[in-house]
């Protein structure tokens, strides 16, 4: 079975500084695909950054760079520059093989930036 | 281009009531699936399609219903409302680019059961 753990309910950074946010995972699937999504007060959910297993090199998507180890089974994301805006709650997620419809997602990370 | 929308925003249904939660995209996206979320917890998949006319069960698939009867619409159908599905309902649609399986999510739909 498939497991995304996020084991920091709670984060606080200073703006303008960088933070990363845990993101450990379980699966057998040959290739799997991992997402990062942000989830305003307002409650939508918004796409950040994707990293797929076999690519050679970490995704980067603006501020948002995903730091991805495979042998530890790890995808953290990585905030730079801070901004009051990133205030949210932070959700990673990954899907299998060939299961396009189909995201598991941890329990999430509130993220507070503090002016 | 609308996106994923998703009807009603609200609905407050009594226990043992039925309803449909209504979705619907304009991209042309093959794979679609319903998510719910409990407060304080990530999304949890109920279920999912991968064309018209295919369904599947997700992680949560007990007391709903979906067909899928077109590329654009999936409605996710509550058989006999209980307060345990108090929640909010995400609705996503996704395509594949180069097997990224990029997922866009519809606004929501908060349902309380009394």
């Known amino acids: 079975a498939q497991k995304i753990t996020q084991t920091q309910p709670g984060m606080f950074v200073q703006e303008k500084e960088a933070v990363t946010l845990d993101c450990t995972y379980d699966t057998s699937d040959p290739s799997y695909g991992l997402f990062w999504y942000k989830q305003p007060s307002s409650g939508e959910m918004i796409f950040l950054i994707y990293?797929?297993?076999?690519?050679?090199q970490n995704a980067t998507e603006g501020r948002y760079s995903l730091n991805f180890q495979k042998a530890r089974k790890s995808a953290n994301l990585v905030i730079s520059a801070s901004q009051l805006g990133d205030s949210a709650m932070y959700f990673c997620a990954m899907r299998g093989h060939n299961q396009g419809g189909k995201l598991i997602f941890g329990q999430g990370t509130e993220l507070s930036v503090k002016p | 281009n609308a996106g994923v929308t998703q009807t009603p925003k609200f609905q407050v249904l009594k226990t043992g009531q039925s309803m449909t939660l209504q979705c619907a995209q304009d991209m042309n996206h093959e794979y679609m699936s319903w998510y719910r979320q409990d407060p304080g917890m990530g999304l949890r998949l109920i279920h999912y399609?991968?064309?018209?006319?295919?369904?599947d069960q997700g992680e949560v698939p007990n007391g709903y219903n979906v067909s899928r009867s077109t590329t654009e619409d999936f409605p996710l159908r509550l058989l006999s409302a209980a307060p345990s599905q108090t929640s909010v309902y995400f609705c996503a649609s996704s395509y594949s680019i180069q097997g990224a399986y990029e997922q866009y999510f519809g606004p929501g739909t908060r349902l309380t059961v009394t």
């Open positions: 399609s991968v064309g018209a006319g295919i369904t």
């Open positions: 990293q797929g297993s076999y690519d050679q």
